[in-house]
């Protein structure tokens, strides 16, 4: 018996050996597991708890870079914005570093203005429009048209639409006298007061104003040559006939324009309230052709063409 009792000894020995490997295999696991886990990470990098939680919402990319990261007071409220593009952060915490400095971000306002360009000067970090997008191209202050670009398929309007001298590519008159008809049936008339403009024209335009009152004053009231969307032969100014630029916005043709523009393929291209996103002044006249479904998605969006090129065109 005696003897018997003392040979059982060496397994449990070895039995407990073993189970103690186990449990600190376990625990060794566990504490690997927390010290890389993304919560301990992210609260290495500062963010409280609340912060955490709607960090790990997140697409994985945001994730890793907060890790990796030391903590940003502009990181959350940036991501959470709609239109946020994780191309254009460092953009974004440049602008707020510059201008907002001690006064409370309008993170929404950041995010429009970097994702046009427009946190730059108009005319300085520009880039060559996307000629393959069709209808769609973007033009603006930091886009431009192909040097001296000029469209093949212009034709002249009739003076039924239009004031003398008006012309305008093919499917963009085509559009226009769908719209001018069904405005016309609710007794209302458009008519064209600007529509297709040369390279030449563009050019003599702003040089008149550029040499008589400055270039100041010139980049406030003209677009430069190639970065006109009268260019582009995708954009005219409407009126109602007697109306000019101070009263077309009272007029019952801009309130149906307004309504209705986007189901023949216009939008309207400066709106109001928006001049900083635009770079123009508020046009109620300006409509640009972009084809009738994209047009119901930049109205139906609520951005300016500018920023809805930025996030979903260009992205
Ligand atoms: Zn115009």
Redesign the pocket.
Known sequence: MYYKRRIKKGPIIFIAIFILIIILVICGINLYKYYTSDEYLLSKAGYNESEIQSILKFDEKYITYAKEHKYEDDFIPLIKEKYFLWKNYDEYIKYIDDVYEDKKVDYSKVISLVNVGANYEPYTHTKKADMDKGYAILVNKYTSLPEKYAPDDVVEMSNWYSYPGNSIRKDVYDAFKEMFNAAKEEGLTLIVN?SYRTYEVQKEIYDDYDDNRGREYADKYAARPDFS??QTGL???IFSPGSNMESFEGTDEFKWLSENSYKYGFILRYPKDKEDITGYNY?A??YRYVGKDLAKKVYDSDLTYDEYYAYYLDN
């Open positions: 600007s969307e009268h954009s005219i100014d046009e006249w300006h």
